[in-house]
């Protein structure tokens, strides 16, 4: 077994260890006032099995998970895991937040952690500095396409997975489009 399918093993497995990971410190606390509607609590209760297929994508293509590996070519088994944690934060406050200045910032922050500004920091690693931002754009594909399953798991009627399926994709690139901008400063 390769080091590479060692660190993702378990990316399918909702009860992986990997789940129970630290949080960040930086990322917005506090309620939300805001009252999320069906369709983006739905996706919201679906984000553990969203998470572990994100993770299983990663890890099975090695040019992506060169960016979670450290000096000697081998993935970081906590990097993945605290990343894996705060991605999960992520979908939660995609589905759940309103899309106000905290969020607005932390949606910088994010971006800032891809870039040579802010990558690697957060959990004090020495991994590769940047994530390419045609690497960033190209996995809004796999991030969308790879939800429906998990979308129409529950047995929903098609056009509320559709629904869903629709509004998820919208948010990805909303995320996208915001976490360009660092990459691009100001031809944004
Ligand atoms: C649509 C595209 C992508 C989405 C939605 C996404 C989502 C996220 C999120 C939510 C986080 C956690 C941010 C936080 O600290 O709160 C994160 C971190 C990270 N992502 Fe992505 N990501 C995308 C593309 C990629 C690609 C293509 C890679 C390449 C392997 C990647 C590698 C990483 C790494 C290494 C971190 C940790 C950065 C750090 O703090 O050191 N991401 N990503």
Excluded at 34 to 54: I, Q, V
Excluded at 66 to 71: E, I, M, R, T, V
Excluded at 80 to 89: G, M, P, Y
Aim: with cysteine; aromatic share 12%.
């Amino acid at each position: 077994m390769t080091n590479r399918s060692h660190a993702f093993k378990n990316a399918a497995k909702p009860s992986s260890p990997l789940l129970s990971p630290g949080r960040s410190t930086s990322r917005p606390r506090g309620r939300s006032t805001h009252e999320p509607c069906p369709r983006r609590a739905c996706l919201a209760g679906r984000r553990w099995g969203r998470a572990a297929a994100w993770y299983g994508y990663v890890g099975s293509h090695p040019h992506l998970v060169h960016y979670f590996a450290g000096p000697d070519g081998k993935p970081i088994d906590e990097y993945l895991a605290r990343v894996r944690s705060r991605f999960e934060q992520w979908v939660r406050d995609l589905c759940q937040r309103p899309r106000d200045r905290a969020w607005l910032d932390y949606q910088e922050e994010i971006a800032l952690r891809h870039t040579r500004t802010k990558k690697n920091h957060t959990d004090g690693v020495e991994a590769a500095p940047e994530i390419p931002l045609r690497y960033m754009i190209a996995f809004i594909y796999p991030i969308t396409a790879t939800i429906r399953e998990f979308l129409a798991a529950k047995g929903d009627p098609e056009e509320t997975v559709e629904a869903m399926y629709q509004a998820w994709f919208k948010s990805v690139v909303l995320s996208m489009t915001l976490w360009a901008r660092p990459y691009v400063e100001q031809r944004w």
